[in-house]
């Protein structure tokens, strides 16, 4: 059974910083790249916020937060990190780990975006609020 496990949300003020977990079960990240979706209130779609591939070589950062958020995975423990820094008030959102399957080739095409792809497996959401 595949699980993705999230944790680490909360309520923070600008320019704070948390930590997001996401304990992995049921599936190894040599097939799967591997990232953190977000939902911000009143939007309708999720949108891919930073993914890293299967190799741990290749990653991808939305453009607002380039330079303030970074992706890792301890393999051993098969958990995946967003470290966020310098948080705004548009940080603000339900955040999700996710999975796609590394056949997909996404990477490769420059396929992350958006709300694209969709998921094989998505977790359950932590939230991240940022208010003064």
């Known amino acids: 059974e595949v699980q993705l496990v999230a944790s680490g949300g909360g309520s923070v003020q600008p320019g704070g910083s948390l930590r997001l977990s996401c304990a992995i079960s049921g599936f190894t990240f040599d097939n799967f790249d591997v990232g953190w979706l977000r939902q911000a209130p009143g939007k309708e779609f999720l949108e891919w916020v930073s993914?890293?591939?299967?190799?741990?070589?290749?990653?991808y950062y939305e453009e607002s937060v380039k330079g303030r958020f970074t992706i890792s995975r301890d393999i051993g423990k098969n958990t995946l990190y967003l470290q966020m820094n310098s948080l705004k008030p548009e940080d603000t959102a339900m955040y999700y780990c996710?999975?796609?399957?590394?056949?997909?080739?996404?990477?490769?095409?420059?396929?992350?975006?958006?709300?694209?792809?969709?998921?094989?497996?998505r977790g359950q959401g932590t939230q991240v609020t940022v208010s003064p």
């Open positions: 993914v890293i591939n299967s190799a741990g070589d290749r990653t």
């Open positions: 996710a999975a796609v399957r590394a056949d997909r080739g996404t990477f490769d095409r420059g396929g992350y975006g958006g709300s694209r792809p969709y998921p094989n497996y």
